[in-house]
């Protein structure tokens, strides 16, 4: 079958992008849990929280794209007449490429927005020491 995951041509680029994902996922949410623990200050929190949503976010797109690729090639599939697998029918079941573009442009914008607020909370501690 091609669209089978014992197929490395199917089972690679869908489970790099799956695992890629989900490890995203993983580092986002350890990234927001930590940071906010040590943050000393209310905005050093938040950058925290938002950078920790902005790195899950874009796991989240990478998972997106794992099964549009999946769904890609279940339209394929369909030209030849060959049922696509379970993964191949979630995978043109819904628009996931807009799916993971809306997703991967808020993860990106999540996470410059860390990044302004971090920077902000350092310099109003250094103001505030001097």
């Given at each position: 079958?091609?669209?089978?995951?014992?197929?490395?041509?199917?089972?690679?680029?869908?489970?790099?992008?799956?695992?890629?994902?989900?490890?995203?996922?993983?580092?986002?949410?350890?990234?927001?849990?930590?940071?906010?623990?040590?943050?000393?200050?209310?905005?050093?929190?938040?950058?925290?929280?938002?950078?920790?949503?902005?790195?899950?976010?874009?796991?989240?797109?990478?998972?997106?794209?794992?099964?549009?690729?999946?769904?890609t090639?279940?339209?394929?599939?369909?030209?030849?007449?060959?049922?696509?697998?379970?993964?191949?029918?979630?995978?043109?079941s819904?628009?996931?490429?807009?799916?993971?573009?809306?997703?991967?442009?808020?993860?990106?914008?999540?996470?410059?927005?860390?990044m302004?607020?971090?920077?902000?909370?350092?310099?109003s501690?250094?103001?505030?020491?001097?």
């Open positions: 079958m091609l669209q089978s995951l014992s197929d490395p041509l199917f089972a690679v680029p869908f489970l790099s992008a799956l695992g890629g994902g989900l490890l995203g996922v993983a580092v986002g949410t350890g990234y927001g849990w930590l940071f906010r623990r040590r943050a000393e200050s209310r905005t050093e929190r938040l950058s925290a929280r938002v950078g920790g949503v902005g790195l899950a976010g874009i796991g989240v797109a990478s998972v997106a794209f794992g099964f549009d690729y999946a769904g090639q279940a339209r394929l599939l369909d030209r030849t007449g060959v049922e696509p697998s379970v993964l191949g029918r979630i995978g043109r819904f628009p996931w490429d807009v799916a993971a573009a809306a997703v991967g442009v808020g993860a990106l914008v999540c996470v410059f927005v860390a302004g607020l971090s920077i902000h909370a350092k310099r501690t250094a103001d505030a020491e001097n």
